[in-house]
């Protein structure tokens, strides 16, 4: 496939991607969180969360007072999974634009993940296994430190630090 090819390919789906905004843009209606997620990541890979700072405004606008998001940004109990690609986003976002606001919310979604750690290092989510929840906190972590996020850093290290795994479904280990 040549170059030329790729470049129309990536404009159609672009294209289609905007003619189906309705269903993912908050700034048109309640969503599933988890889909605007992934529209979210869809305009920072092409390079167009610019062109779309509200709809990260509006991501901010339904986060949660504990810090967290939940499954719908209508409402108002926060959980694990959706709250962690919500903040992804955020930072990801703010890498970018550079947004004190974005900052801010990254801020109270650091406090969220930190807040809800369990002693034995992993989270809880009542609609996922505590594997697929734990890793997703786990990534957030991972991308504030490689951004070098400064917020709360020693404790985000150690949080870090402290992620088991279940093994054999019998006991967490230290990875």
Known sequence: MDQPLIDTLIRREY????????????VSRPQDLELVAHAM????????????VEEYEALIACQNPD???GPLS????????VSAFCSLMLLRANRLLG????AEAVASATDYFLDNQRADGSWVDPAWADLDTTS??????????ALDDGYRKAEVQKAWKEVH???????????
Not at 41 to 52: G, N, P, Q, T, Y
Not at 99 to 102: G, M, P, S, V
Not at 167 to 173: D, K, P, T, V
């Open 99 to 102: 947004r004190k606001r974005f």
């Open 41 to 52: 990541r869809v305009l920072l890979h092409i390079e167009k969360a610019s062109d779309f």
């Open 136 to 145: 997703h906190p786990v990534s957030f972590f991972n991308v504030a430190m």
């Open 67 to 69: 810090g967290g998001w």
């Open 165 to 175: 795994y279940r093994e054999a479904g019998l006991r967490w280990r230290v990875v």
């Open 15 to 26: 294209d289609f991607f905007l003619g189906e905004k309705e269903e993912w843009s908050l």
């Open 74 to 81: 209508s409402e108002e109990h926060s959980t694990v999974w």
